[in-house]
């Protein structure tokens, strides 16, 4: 476990923290997970993808429970609630891909999960409204208004679900190794410098 370099990525909504995560993982030649990851949860926990994608990185909500209830046995109800069953298992998953392989994983609190591993390297990428909402819109084929709406409303989402589970604060220079403004350096050049902050910190790449 502690030979393993594990790259997780925290992200503002439409700053390229995806696609600089997947750049990074092929340039390390390791493996990359974002939305891999849920259907990797689903496999090892046997809990519904479906009901794993709407909960992703979103604060727990009473529809979402209700919607959960009539889809697993009524056993449901004297154990966990599904926000704590589906916690875990994304912990356990995170853990168990840190024990066997080197990765980027990007989001899921996967920097706070994985706090105490010696390989961990963890990124906030960040950028300006204007640079986001012009990738969002381009990716969305949306208007400006909604892009906007879209960028407050998926940060405050993320933000939520990292300050619940986690001690520390999303987006905080505090809580991360690095962080990187993507409007001011770019995608291929925010890669690079992850790049070098990873030569520095460990002395060499895996």
């Not at 790259?7 to 891999?36: C, M, N, P, T, V």
């Not at 024990?99 to 960040?126: K, M």
């Not at 986690?166 to 050049?189: F, M, P, R, V």
Request: with cysteine; aromatic share 10%; proline share 2%.
């Amino acid at each position: 476990m502690e030979n393993n370099l594990i790259i997780a990525i925290g992200r503002q909504f439409g700053s390229g923290g995806h696609e600089i995560g997947e750049k990074l993982a092929k340039k390390l030649g390791i493996k990359f997970y974002d939305k891999e990851l849920i259907k990797l949860i689903a496999k090892e926990s046997g809990l519904c993808e479906k009901v794993l994608e709407s909960y992703d990185e979103k604060p727990t909500n009473s529809l979402l429970y209700s919607i959960v209830m009539d889809i697993y046995p009524s056993v449901m109800y004297t154990g966990p609630t599904i926000d704590q069953q589906i916690y875990q298992a994304n912990y356990d998953a995170i853990r168990r891909l840190a024990e066997r392989e080197n990765c980027v994983i990007v989001g899921r609190c996967a920097d706070y999960i994985l706090r105490d591993h010696p390989g961990l390297v963890s990124v906030f990428v960040h950028a300006d409204k204007d640079f986001r909402a012009a990738r969002v819109a381009e990716e969305y084929k949306l208007p400006d208004v909604k892009v906007r709406d879209m960028l407050v409303k998926t940060d405050k989402k993320r933000a939520n679900y990292y300050n619940f589970q986690s001690e520390k604060q999303w987006g905080a220079a505090t809580s991360y190794n690095l962080c990187i403004e993507s409007s001011a350096l770019g995608i291929d050049n925010s890669v690079e410098l992850i790049m070098e902050y990873i030569k520095h910190k460990r002395g060499r790449l895996d």
